[in-house]
């Protein structure tokens, strides 16, 4: 039983430091997309609507279990926007 837990603390502790260093670099590497002049508020728009996206995941996560179809299409619909805002 000691072993497991151990097991189960290293494997969750590499993917904290997985998930870690793949933001890090998708966030350094999205600077980089941008041209110079527009860099700065592209890249403040990326931010926003990341950290908007984080804001209201747990509230689509119960729309989805009260009203599945609402709930996945506003997934979509912050899917869509998404890959537009990222196109610019």
Known sequence: MEVRNWL???LNQLGKVGV???ISIIYFW???LYPTI???SLF???SMVG???AIIAPFIADL???QPYT???VIWLHILFSVTESML
């Open 8 to 10: 189960f603390v290293g």
């Open 20 to 22: 870690s260093v793949g």
């Open 30 to 32: 999205s600077a980089e």
């Open 38 to 40: 527009i860099r700065n």
């Open 44 to 46: 403040g728009l990326n």
């Open 51 to 53: 950290r908007v996206g």
């Open 64 to 66: 989805v279990r009260t």
């Open 71 to 73: 709930g996945y299409l």
